[in-house]
C-alpha cells in the first residue's frame, strides 16, 4: 500500500509539474513574458533537477532578457550556456552575450561570441567580428563626443521616436494609461502617437495626441513623413474593426500604414510589402520622398529583424523591398534606419557595442554601404539605445534610451556633437605590384567631393606616407608615379578623434614598357622619329612610331599629351625654330588625321636647337652624324592619364 502511494504521489507531482511547464511554454511561445515568468518558476520548484532539459533554462533565459532583468537572465543562461556549448541555437547565445553586455562583463562576453565565431561561423565572420571590435577599442578610448540632455517631454512611461514635421515633434508614448488598454506583455499601456509644439530645441509645449482618428486601441507607433508632410506613415497592431488579429502560432503582428493627411477622410491604406505572418515597422521616408526605409522579420533575412528599402514612384506605387545586406543586418535585430546626406543611421543589437541596441551609422558611395561605425558614448549605453533622428540645427538630434536615471520606460533625449575639429590619421605604404617593392617618391592624394584635393603627401624613402583627416568624411585616395599605373580606393573616416587608420597600402603597376621619365616629367616610351634633314614631312619610318603613339592614347582614352619638337645645332636660331615648329605641327596634324581627338593635344611646340641631347659645335667636329639625328626628335609628354 505505501509503495502505491509513492508511486502516485510522483505520478501526481511529474503531472503537476507537465501542468505547470505547459502553461509556461503557451505564454513564452505567445510572448507574454511577465506571466511566464512566475509560470516557470512554478515548474522549476515542481520538477526534479535532472529532470529540466536545456531549452528550459534557455527560455528562463529569455524571459528575463526580455523583462530587462539580466541578473536572472545571466543566472538560466549561464547554465544553459554549460549545457550546450557555442554550436547551438545563434539567436539564445546572442542573447546571452548580450545579457553580459548589459552587466558590462565585456571580456567574457568577447569569449562567449568569438568562441561561436571560431566553432560555427566563418574565418571572413571571425575576421569582420575583429575589425568591428578594433574601432570599438578605439572608440571607447577617445573623447566623449555628444551632450545629452532628458527632454522635459518625457513621462513616466515609455516616449520614444521622433519625427519633425512643420515645427511639430511628432513621438510615440505609452502615457495615456485612463484611455489606452493594457498590454498584456509587460502590463503596460499600449502605444500612441502624440505631438508637442517646438518652442526650441529642447522646449517643448501642448503636448497631446496627434490625430484621434488615427488612435488604435491598441499599439500605434514610429512614425515618418513624406515631403511637405502630405502623408504620415506608421507602424500598428494588426486589426480588425479594432480587434486585434492573432495567427495561427497566436501572435499579433506589425503592420506599416499610409494616410494622406490632407484627405478630408482620413484612411489608412495599407502597404503592400506587408505581410500576415510576419511584422514590418519603424518607416523612414527620404527627404525626397523617393524611398522607404523600414525593418521587417520577413522570411529571407539575416536575423530576427533586418532593415530594408524600397522606391516611391511618382504614381504611389512601391517597388520591391531591398534587404540592406549582412553588412548592415545581423544575426539578430536591426530597427530604426533613418537616412540623411548619404548617411544611414540605424539602431542593432548584433554589432559590436555597449549593449542592448546601439546606435550606428554607415556611409552610402558608389552603390553601396561602408563600414559599420559605433556612435560611442554618451549616445550609447549598456542598454537600449535608438531612434536616431537629426534636429533642425546642425550637429544635432534626438534618440531614445531606457538607461538608467530616465523618467521611466524609454526616454527621448537631445544631442549636440562637441566636436569642433576631429582629425584621424592614416599611414601606409605603396607597393611595385609585381616586385613588391617599395616605391618612394610616390605622390598619395585625397580627393573630397569628387576631384576637389584636399591633402597630397610624397612617400618616404620607406615609401610610407601619413595624412591627416577629417572625421566622418568621405575621400578618394589616390596613389600615383611618374612611369606607374595609379591605384585608388573610396575610404570614410569614423568620428574617433585621433583615431590611427594604418596599412592603407597602395600597389602600382610598372609601366616602363609603356612610359620613360625624365624626373617627374613622363613621355611615352617609342623609338626616336627621325625626321630628314632640313624636312618637316611624316615619311614612313616616322609614321611606324606615331602609330605606337596612336596605340598608347587609345588605351588610355583620358590621356591628353603635348608633343615637343626639337632640331640640331646646325644652322641659324631663326632657321632651326621654324622647322621645329614646323615639325611639330605636322605631327599634331597627322595624329588628328588618324583618329586622336585634338583637344587631347594640349600643344604642339617647337623648341629649336635649344634643348639638345648632345652638346654640338656648328662645324660637326663634336657630335657624330647620329647623334645630330638624335637631337632631331619629337617627343610626347604626358600631361594626365
Wanted: charged share 25%.
Amino acid at each position: 500500500m505505501r509503495t502505491i502511494y509513492i508511486l502516485l504521489l510522483f505520478i501526481s507531482v511529474n503531472t503537476f509539474a507537465q501542468s505547470n511547464l505547459k502553461k509556461a511554454n503557451e505564454l513564452y511561445d505567445r510572448h507574454i513574458y511577465i506571466e511566464a515568468a512566475p509560470a516557470f518558476e512554478k515548474y522549476m520548484a515542481s520538477a526534479k533537477k535532472e529532470n529540466v532539459t536545456p531549452d528550459i533554462y534557455m527560455k528562463m533565459g529569455d524571459v528575463y532578457y526580455n523583462l530587462k532583468d539580466y541578473y536572472k537572465a545571466k543566472e538560466y543562461y549561464e547554465i544553459w550556456y554549460k549545457k550546450v556549448g557555442p554550436n547551438q541555437d545563434n539567436s539564445q547565445g546572442f542573447q546571452y552575450y548580450d545579457t553580459l553586455r548589459y552587466l558590462k562583463e565585456y571580456d567574457k562576453a568577447s569569449q562567449v561570441v568569438e568562441l561561436y565565431l571560431k566553432e560555427k561561423g566563418t574565418p571572413e565572420m571571425l575576421n569582420a567580428y575583429y575589425e568591428e571590435k578594433s574601432r570599438f577599442e578605439e572608440l571607447i578610448k577617445g573623447d566623449t563626443l555628444y551632450t545629452i540632455k532628458n527632454l522635459e517631454l518625457n513621462s513616466q512611461y515609455a516616449d520614444f521616436g521622433g519625427a519633425i514635421s512643420e515645427g511639430t515633434f511628432v513621438f510615440t508614448s505609452a502615457r495615456n494609461k485612463e484611455a489606452n488598454k493594457i498590454y498584456e506583455r509587460d502590463n503596460t499601456p499600449y502605444l500612441a502617437i502624440y505631438k508637442a509644439d517646438m518652442n526650441g530645441p529642447e522646449s517643448f509645449s501642448n503636448i497631446g495626441l496627434f490625430n484621434k482618428e488615427l488612435e488604435t486601441p491598441y499599439h500605434d507607433a514610429t512614425v515618418s513623413f513624406s515631403p511637405n508632410s502630405k502623408y504620415i506613415y506608421f507602424a500598428s497592431s494588426a486589426q480588425d474593426n479594432n480587434r486585434k488579429i492573432f495567427t495561427g502560432d497566436k501572435r499579433n503582428y506589425f503592420n506599416i500604414y499610409r494616410v494622406d493627411l490632407t484627405a478630408k477622410k482620413i484612411k489608412k491604406e495599407l502597404l503592400p510589402f506587408n505581410g500576415e505572418t510576419y511584422s514590418s515597422g519603424h518607416p523612414f521616408v527620404t527627404e525626397d520622398g523617393t524611398k522607404l526605409f523600414f525593418a521587417s522579420d520577413m522570411p529571407g533575412g539575416y536575423g530576427r529583424a533586418d532593415i530594408y528599402v524600397c522606391d516611391i514612384y511618382e504614381d504611389g506605387t512601391y517597388s520591391k523591398p531591398r534587404n540592406l545586406g549582412p553588412l548592415i543586418n545581423s544575426i539578430v535585430d536591426d530597427y530604426f534606419p533613418f537616412y540623411k546626406d548619404n548617411t544611414l543611421y540605424f539602431s542593432s543589437e548584433g554589432h559590436v557595442g555597449f549593449g542592448g541596441l546601439d546606435v550606428y551609422k554607415t556611409n552610402f558611395q558608389d552603390g553601396i554601404f561602408g563600414a559599420v561605425i559605433n556612435l560611442g558614448p554618451n549616445i550609447n549605453s549598456n542598454a537600449d539605445d535608438f531612434a536616431y533622428v537629426a534636429g533642425l540645427e546642425p550637429d544635432s538630434g534626438y534618440f531614445s534610451s531606457d538607461r538608467a536615471g530616465g523618467k521611466g520606460g524609454d526616454d527621448i533625449y537631445s544631442f549636440k556633437y562637441n566636436v569642433k575639429e576631429c582629425l584621424q590619421t592614416i599611414t601606409g605604404t605603396v607597393y611595385d605590384l609585381e616586385t613588391k617593392e617599395i616605391l618612394s617618391g610616390a605622390k598619395v592624394t585625397a580627393y573630397i567631393n569628387g576631384d576637389q584635393v584636399h591633402q597630397e603627401v610624397i612617400t618616404d624613402e620607406k615609401g610610407s606616407y601619413t595624412m591627416m583627416l577629417n572625421c566622418e568624411t568621405t575621400y578618394t585616395l589616390e596613389a600615383t608615379k611618374a612611369g606607374y599605373g595609379e591605384d585608388a580606393l573610396d575610404f570614410s573616416t569614423d568620428l574617433i578623434p585621433g583615431h590611427l587608420m594604418d596599412m592603407v597600402d597602395f600597389r602600382l603597376k610598372d609601366l616602363s614598357e609603356i612610359f620613360v621619365t625624365d624626373g617627374d616629367v613622363e613621355k611615352i616610351r617609342i623609338d626616336p622619329i627621325y625626321f630628314e634633314y632640313y624636312r618637316y614631312n611624316i615619311n614612313d619610318v616616322a609614321a611606324i612610331q606615331l602609330k605606337r603613339v596612336i596605340e598608347v592614347m587609345d588605351s588610355y582614352p583620358e590621356m591628353i599629351i603635348k608633343i615637343e619638337s626639337h632640331t640640331d645645332q646646325r644652322g641659324t636660331d631663326y632657321f632651326n625654330k621654324t622647322l621645329s615648329s614646323n615639325r611639330a605641327n605636322s605631327t599634331k596634324d597627322w595624329l588628328i588625321e588618324n583618329g586622336i581627338d585634338p583637344s587631347r593635344i594640349e600643344s604642339a611646340i617647337g623648341y629649336g636647337e635649344s634643348r639638345p641631347i648632345h652638346i654640338c659645335d656648328e662645324d660637326g667636329k663634336t657630335c657624330t652624324e647620329l647623334e645630330y639625328s638624335e637631337n632631331r626628335r619629337s617627343e610626347f609628354i604626358v600631361v594626365s592619364r
